[in-house]
């Protein structure tokens, strides 16, 4: 099939076979209404003055700019600035008719359809859209696996149970208006998804017919990644982070732990060795979420290891058996204690900073130490204190090459304020020979 | 005054009776100072004193410094904060640099207050008061430009607000501006601009300036001897310049080496931030950039700020030629110096708030 | 020296009139005095040149000053960590003989960066970034490449700028 004869349509002639009859060409099979639409073209020209378009074959576009009911203008409008509008993608792809039309008998074509069904959207997007020869023409890494990852997502299942509350293509991507993912005020787009999302799940009455809670954009905002997100940090994740983009993670990861593995790469290895490995399966918990949560995944601390009513985890299970409870106690002492060695460290060398006093090698130092601190993380997934020690060692290893370079400093200063009452003790002694000098000069010689 | 004594022959009473002086015929004349007396508390001696130490210590700490400074936009910053840190003793260096600086700034207005309490621009002064006025708006300068060195956010802050003040100035404003800032606004070029003007430039004035004052100062002291001898006016107490003045001369230099000392050892300066908060003027301009600041849009019709700095003008301009408007030293002129003085240390007080 | 600006010639340096004896025999109290000052003096300016002296002597290890290594502490195929002043760099010394630098900074976070034999990778402590021989990230969130510095061949050392 040669797509360039039809680029405005693409390929949904095919997708929309069920709704109109397979049409290779708008104008090759309805020639005497092609005539009829030319007639009518010329018969506006001689009326009013109107020049031919470039674009005569998006005739839709050209009449509904000019249109003044604002539902029916705006479409065409939002449209322009769209990726769409931008590729020449037009209206017939979604909603059929005859774009070669100027008149009103354009919508007069069987297989017009000016609103396409929410069970209809999934299909029209996707007849595009997951064909990759087609895509590539317009942008060559954009996957084409989205209608795929749809339907196997909650918001597909949906659909296919004929739940028509459940999300389809425009509800996330906009209607008219879709921006490519990478614009920054595409609803799409990373720091956009959360809203976007948010707008029905966060929305009790939208979620009222599912058994959903609606606090996840909330838990997600106190978490860790929300911060990180908002720090900039490469990679950090909002909601599609962890759901897959098009919400197909939630309903078929093998477990949370999957989700969390790619990215926290170093903690599941080490949570391979944590006695919680085996019995975690045998109960069928996840990997991560029974000691961190899952929307609202805290910065991880020495705290979580504590109980439950300062703010830690293990109590929750572990409420009467002592052994875990002293290793959790044990655990958490390890970390505070390394977490509080590197903040004197740090704390150290601000002040020397603040006294104006430079550190030679102290970057370097407190690079060394942010590396030892960030490998204490991933190793107390071991739930071992001897696997942790060494972690903490090399902490306060790092922390104390901070600690000694910056007292090395501090007595290079002292030796220099010493060297400065020397100096000043000298400079005072010759002033008070000079003053004596000239005071007795002057008695000498009365004036 | 210098007498060219051939070694040969037998020392001769004036001669010099040095070794170099034998060969240069630069003499000391100690004993035509010995018998020219001063009065024992002349104040603009002693600042004038100072204010050469201060330019000694600058000369030797700003020559060290340029030594660890790069004088360009994308290096200046960074070579500061290792001169403050990394170089040893450069924290004190700097500040040696900075105190000073600061000082002798207000060793300069003492200098002027001195002069004009005293009423020693009448005649035969007229030239040491300009002198000594044109000191003080040059070492203005050179501190300005020296506080655009760090190429901090804030040392472009202070540039732009000098420019501001340059503009203000009536007619020639815009083009000072231009010359001061090296463009329309402070940009790459200022910094160059600034560092030609710091290093080499002003200091090359100010010492012809120094040098002017200092022989100025000298023929006029000798002057006002003589007209007193003339008149028969004995003053009630008065000491010799050498030993008694000289002697005092090394412990003024003493104390000021000691001040300045430990000013930097004690209040380090952060590299750039001679103001303190941004937005904040050196001190010296504080009181005029608070009065532009405060100045309404408009003034009789013209634009505030050229208002002022027309005003300005015209007041630095009187007091120039205070010698001719004043030429018998009434009270009133001491009266108004300190009440301006009054209202210029208040502004500067209120300005740095 | 006390009256730098002065036109005036420089005093002379014993303070007394000139004509007066300088002194007698006994040295007198003036004499002491006159020599106390002289001393005191002398040893102020000496006291001065020693800071002086170290401000102006070329710093040895500064920011951004060059590491400097042996060649025979990084044998051929391994990479080394080596630290001067500020820095931390990788010293790279390929199977090909060739020598080459890269900042031990981890483009990612800016954690430090290890030189791992097993692997026979560069690797970042915190978020387990893998680099190559090459500089160039072979897994990992690592954003970009390593940071390639200047390597200068001075005899049988390395100088890393």
Known sequence: ?447 | MATRAPTAQPRAPGASGSWLGDRTGWTVGAARLATHRIGPWEVERYAAVAAAVLMLLLVASGIALSMHYRPNATEARGSVVEIASAIPFGNLVRGVHQWASDLLVACMWALCLALCMRRLYRRPGELVWLAALLGLLLVTQIAFTGAVLPWTASARDQARMVGGMARSVPLVGEGLAHFVLGGPDVGAATLPRAYGFHIAVLPAIITLVAVAYWRLAARMSEGLAERRAVAGVVPARTIAVYPDFALRAVAVAVAVVLVVMSLATFVPRVPGMTGGEAETPPWYLAFFHQILRKSPPDLLGIPGPQFIGGVMTAILLVVAALPFIDPRGSKVTRWLALVGLAGIAALTVYGLQ | MTQPMNPQPPLPTVLEPVGEPAGGSAPTRRDVMDYAIGVVAATAAVAAAYPAVRFLSPVPTGKGGPVTLRLADVPKGTVTLATAGERSVLVVHNDEGAVRAFSATCPHLGCGLRWDEDERLIRCGCHGGRFGMDGRVVSGPPPRALTELTVDMVGDKVVVT
């Open chain 1, 1 to 447: 099939m040669a797509y360039s004869e039809h680029i405005p349509g693409c390929g949904a002639e095919r997708s929309l076979g069920h709704l109109t009859p397979p049409s290779p060409s708008v104008a090759r099979r309805r020639p005497a209404r092609l005539v009829l639409a030319w007639l009518a073209a010329l018969a506006a020209l001689a009326v009013f003055g109107w020049a031919p378009r470039a674009h005569a074959q998006n005739e839709c576009v050209r009449c509904h700019a000019s249109l003044s009911e604002k539902r029916l203008r705006g479409a065409a409008d939002a449209w322009r600035a769209s990726v769409h509008g931008k590729d020449g993608i037009g209206c017939f792809g979604c909603h059929g008719g005859d774009p070669a039309d100027p008149t009103v008998r354009a919508h007069l074509a069987e297989n017009f359809k000016p609103h396409p069904t929410r069970q209809e959207i999934p299909v029209v997007c996707g007849g595009c859209h997951q064909d990759a020869r087609y895509i590539r023409r317009f942008n060559a890494s954009l996957p084409v696996d989205q209608l795929t990852l749809w339907q196997i997502s909650g918001h597909g299942v949906g659909i296919a149970r004929a739940d028509s509350s459940a999300a389809v293509c425009t509800d996330c991507h906009g209607i008219h208006d879709i921006l490519g993912g990478s614009e920054p005020n595409s609803p799409v787009n990373d720091r956009m998804v959360p809203q976007t999302c948010g707008k029905c799940h966060s929305d009790a009455a939208a979620m009222s017919g599912t058994k959903l809670p609606t606090d996840q954009a909330s838990g997600w905002k106190r978490s860790a990644h929300a911060k990180a997100l908002a720090a900039g940090v490469p990679g950090a994740p909002a909601c599609n982070g962890c759901h897959g983009g098009h919400g197909e993670l939630a309903q078929t990861a093998g477990s949370i732990g999957r989700v969390c593995r790619p990215c926290h790469k170093a903690e599941a290895q080490e949570v391979e060795r944590s006695p919680h490995k085996t019995a975690f399966a045998r109960l069928g918990f996840s990997d991560c979420v029974p000691c961190h949560g899952a929307h609202d995944v805290a910065a991880a601390s020495g705290a979580l290891l504590v109980s439950v009513s300062q703010g830690g985890a293990c109590a929750r299970c572990h409420t009467k058996d002592e052994k875990p409870q002293a290793t959790a106690k044990l655990l958490q002492g390890m970390l505070d204690d390394a977490a509080q060695t590197g903040d004197e460290a740090r704390r150290a060398a601000n002040e020397a900073a603040a006294r104006g006093m430079s550190v030679p090698g102290l970057e370097s130092a407190l690079a060394e130490l942010r590396t030892a601190e960030h490998r204490l993380g991933p190793a107390v997934h071991a739930l071992d204190p001897s696997l942790l020690e060494p972690e903490v060692t090399a902490v306060k290893d790092a922390a104390g090459v901070v600690t000694k370079a910056v007292a090395q400093v501090e007595g290079a200063r002292k030796t220099e304020r010493l060297g400065y009452y020397a100096a000043t003790g000298l400079l005072a002694l010759l002033f008070g020979l000079l003053v004596w000098k000239s005071v007795r000069v002057a008695r000498r010689r009365p004036a």
